[in-house]
């Protein structure tokens, strides 16, 4: 279904600074990561054939994994088609490298070899698993990559593609290859939960990594979302989960669905990072349709049940705000002591913003917001709904907008 999205694609941000880098002297293998259905493959296929150059593009997503020795394959092709195109740059795409063991040794070989030769020979790598990306350039790649992180799709990019309101990108969320079925309730909802949830479960999270309890992995999944927003401490979860596991394999479980672009458990802002750590989580999904496809409610529904429609309102501003940390922008929490709460506490350099959320119309003051200032002295205070920021106008802008001193 991405390949059916052109322009929109191409004119995200992350496209242009692709681009960019493709134009410049060989120095580092471009790595474009993200979620599953964000549309990697299609930004990186859109810009390869605008740019010019020659290139191969080939994918690893296969049921059974492929070889080390299927990326050398990949490799000696390119190599022989720039000496086709008369040592002019050639570009070698390669998709869901993350699924081939020991991937990353390979392509530092590959790639030193080329160095050393004076090649001109550019790398882009795909993955939609973040976190196991991020392993292999660590533990083999240090020096040599740049990483362009593609996030979820935002209010304004789903506006501009499918012109959806607000109520609507509240509800379905930033998927766009699920965008034209919308018009199909239950359709939309059983592709999110089989293409979607699914498959990154099955695929980015199980299939690769080392998982001792993957019941116990796919029900914290949906804990996570059916308490999305909501603070939830490890004990508690394993009390929900009626489980024998562990608070430190829950946290591991939370990280690796952290890591495939799903949900998040946002930490508590403190002074101390030891506090940090062991703090309660925040639980958050990267995507609001996440929390209603598995529901099986319509639009008006939702809407109609205000306590459930106003945690929609602040999953999606922290959504907004996480997918924005993921890119690099900022650093998220969330504050509480005793029973005053910040929901937000974004840190960006050396700003600090304390974000208050309000689906309805604020009342009174914000104990919460009055004692953290006190505390910690924020570089700015931001409500967001009610009397202060329209949801809309939230959404549609860049976090950094907002969050940057």
């Given at each position: 279904m991405m390949s059916n999205i052109v322009l929109p694609s191409y004119t995200r941000p992350m496209a242009k600074l692709l681009t960019q880098r493709l134009g410049e002297p060989r120095r580092f293998i471009q790595v474009v990561s993200g979620p599953r259905q964000v549309g990697k493959t299609t930004l990186v296929r859109q810009v390869l054939t605008s740019s010019g150059m020659a290139f191969r593009y080939a994918s690893a997503d296969e049921p059974t994994l492929r070889g080390r020795q299927w990326i050398e394959e990949q490799w000696d092709a390119v190599r022989l088609l720039q000496r086709q195109e008369d040592a002019k740059g050639v570009v070698l795409a390669l998709d869901e490298v993350q699924k081939i063991s020991g991937w990353s040794e390979v392509v530092k070989r590959l790639w030193d070899e080329d160095s050393a030769a004076g090649s001109n020979l550019k790398v882009i790598l795909l993955g939609s698993a973040p976190l196991l990306i991020q392993r292999g350039l660590t533990e083999s790649l240090a020096g040599r990559f740049e990483i362009i992180h593609l996030p979820h799709w935002t209010f304004s990019e789903m506006r501009s593609c499918f012109g959806w309101d607000l109520d609507t990108y509240l509800f379905y969320g930033g998927y766009p290859g699920a965008a034209p079925l919308i018009t199909d309730p239950q359709r939309w909802s059983r592709y999110i939960l089989d293409a979607l949830i699914e498959t990154t479960i099955s695929r980015d999270v199980l299939l690769l990594t080392r998982v001792d309890k993957p019941a116990l992995l796919r029900r914290l999944f949906d804990l996570a979302c059916s308490y999305s927003g909501q603070i939830l401490s490890y004990t508690k979860m394993l009390g929900q989960l009626q489980d024998a596991g562990n608070t430190t394999t829950l946290a591991h479980y939370l990280a690796l669905l952290a890591g495939a672009g799903m949900v998040i458990g946002m930490p508590k802002f403190s002074?101390?990072?030891?506090?940090?750590?062991?703090?309660?989580?925040?639980?958050?999904?990267?995507?609001?349709?996440?929390?209603?496809?598995?529901?099986?409610?319509?639009?008006?529904?939702?809407?109609?049940?205000?306590?459930?429609?106003?945690?929609?309102?602040?999953?999606?501003?922290?959504?907004?705000?996480?997918?924005?940390?993921?890119?690099?922008?900022?650093?998220?929490?969330?504050?509480?002591?005793?029973?005053?709460?910040?929901?937000?506490?974004?840190?960006?350099?050396?700003?600090?913003?304390?974000?208050?959320?309000?689906?309805?119309?604020?009342?009174?003051?914000?104990p919460g917001m009055d004692a953290f200032s006190a505390a910690f002295k924020p570089t700015r205070k931001l409500l967001v709904g009610g009397d202060g920021i329209p949801i809309g106008k939230f959404l549609e802008k860049p976090v950094e907008e907002w969050v940057k001193a």
């Amino acid at each position: 279904m991405m390949s059916n999205i052109v322009l929109p694609s191409y004119t995200r941000p992350m496209a242009k600074l692709l681009t960019q880098r493709l134009g410049e002297p060989r120095r580092f293998i471009q790595v474009v990561s993200g979620p599953r259905q964000v549309g990697k493959t299609t930004l990186v296929r859109q810009v390869l054939t605008s740019s010019g150059m020659a290139f191969r593009y080939a994918s690893a997503d296969e049921p059974t994994l492929r070889g080390r020795q299927w990326i050398e394959e990949q490799w000696d092709a390119v190599r022989l088609l720039q000496r086709q195109e008369d040592a002019k740059g050639v570009v070698l795409a390669l998709d869901e490298v993350q699924k081939i063991s020991g991937w990353s040794e390979v392509v530092k070989r590959l790639w030193d070899e080329d160095s050393a030769a004076g090649s001109n020979l550019k790398v882009i790598l795909l993955g939609s698993a973040p976190l196991l990306i991020q392993r292999g350039l660590t533990e083999s790649l240090a020096g040599r990559f740049e990483i362009i992180h593609l996030p979820h799709w935002t209010f304004s990019e789903m506006r501009s593609c499918f012109g959806w309101d607000l109520d609507t990108y509240l509800f379905y969320g930033g998927y766009p290859g699920a965008a034209p079925l919308i018009t199909d309730p239950q359709r939309w909802s059983r592709y999110i939960l089989d293409a979607l949830i699914e498959t990154t479960i099955s695929r980015d999270v199980l299939l690769l990594t080392r998982v001792d309890k993957p019941a116990l992995l796919r029900r914290l999944f949906d804990l996570a979302c059916s308490y999305s927003g909501q603070i939830l401490s490890y004990t508690k979860m394993l009390g929900q989960l009626q489980d024998a596991g562990n608070t430190t394999t829950l946290a591991h479980y939370l990280a690796l669905l952290a890591g495939a672009g799903m949900v998040i458990g946002m930490p508590k802002f403190s002074g101390s990072t030891v506090r940090r750590r062991g703090s309660s989580p925040k639980l958050q999904v990267l995507n609001t349709a996440l929390m209603t496809a598995p529901l099986g409610l319509s639009m008006d529904e939702a809407r109609s049940d205000r306590s459930f429609w106003g945690r929609l309102v602040e999953s999606a501003v922290g959504a907004h705000l996480a997918n924005a940390q993921n890119a690099g922008t900022c650093k998220v929490f969330y504050w509480r002591e005793r029973n005053r709460e910040v929901d937000f506490v974004v840190q960006a350099g050396r700003s600090l913003t304390a974000i208050e959320v309000k689906s309805g119309r604020a009342r009174g003051t914000l104990p919460g917001m009055d004692a953290f200032s006190a505390a910690f002295k924020p570089t700015r205070k931001l409500l967001v709904g009610g009397d202060g920021i329209p949801i809309g106008k939230f959404l549609e802008k860049p976090v950094e907008e907002w969050v940057k001193a």
